[in-house]
């Protein structure tokens, strides 16, 4: 557990924020993928810590940055962190994503931009990252945002609100000739979809899975999926699964 000070806190739109925490001690030792478990004031300990993934480190800094949803009250209360606060942070915790290999795609739908953002930074070889949501105003974060050295951005919503019309899997279809593998976080059904290609296609997939969660270590078994060859837990055996170890169900 660790006491971290928030140094720079921006709300964005439609209910979204990202907090910067000072972490030196976690940032030294966290890779894209993993998460950490944000435990409430004192004044609030009735409430179950919030998992959030990894969005950004600066390592020289010492500064990691989370990207979340405003929804319930815990995050409502994180939202309102000042700077100069101080929060408890478990972690990094979980498996995460291995290296990603050249002419890696990219996937993600909604609050599943959080950590294949990070993924994305830890790199500068060609990579492309398709990211989409149904309109425009539930994109966690702002394109702009997102321009990265080697990195090819497609933005998509289904409304057309935003960069190119329709859903993030019409848009993965025609990149798969010149794909190595696949690297995808988002809402279930997303993720059923590139499951789907990349078996029809015979490429490489992994998944970062989204479940409530109550420990992040594994103790409550709170967070179990049903996987090939049995039952496995998103916190400590993921959130990151080869595509071809788990079974999606939504």
């Known amino acids: ?56 480190l600066d390592r020289q800094k010492g500064e990691l940055s989370l990207l979340f949803a405003v929804k319930g009250e815990g995050t409502r209360l994180l939202a309102g962190a000042i700077t100069g606060s101080v929060w408890k942070l478990l972690g990094p915790l979980g498996k995460g994503f ?18 294949l953002v990070f993924l994305a930074a830890s790199t500068e070889s060609p990579r492309t990252l398709v990211y989409g949501a149904r309109t425009a105003s539930q994109l966690a974060c702002p394109p702009e945002d997102l321009e990265l050295p080697g990195l090819k951005l497609i933005v998509t919503t ?47 997939a992994w998944v970062s899975l989204e479940e409530r969660m109550a420990c992040g270590i594994g103790a409550c078994l709170g967070c179990v999926v049903a996987g090939k060859k049995g039952y496995s837990l998103v916190c400590s055996d993921g959130p990151v699964f080869p595509a071809k170890e788990v079974v999606l169900h939504g």
């Not at 291995?98 to 993600?108: D, E, G, H, R, S």
């Not at 409304?159 to 990149?175: A, Q």
């Open 1 to 56: 557990m660790q006491a971290c000070p928030v140094t720079e806190k921006r709300i964005l739109a439609a209910g979204h924020c990202r907090l910067t925490l000072k972490a030196p001690v976690l940032v030294r030792e966290a890779y894209p993928g993993q998460f950490v478990m944000v435990y409430m004031p004192d004044e609030h300990r009735h409430m179950l810590p919030r998992p959030l993934s990894i969005f950004a």
């Open 158 to 204: 289904e409304d057309g609100s935003r960069g190119r019309k329709g859903n993030v899997t019409d848009m993965v279809y025609p990149l798969l000739s010149d794909t190595e593998a696949l690297f995808a976080c988002g809402p279930v059904k997303m993720l059923q979809a590139v499951v789907s290609l990349s078996e029809k296609y015979k490429k490489k």
């Open 98 to 115: 291995p290296a990603l290999p050249p002419k890696a795609l990219l996937i993600a739908g909604g609050m599943g931009i959080a950590p």
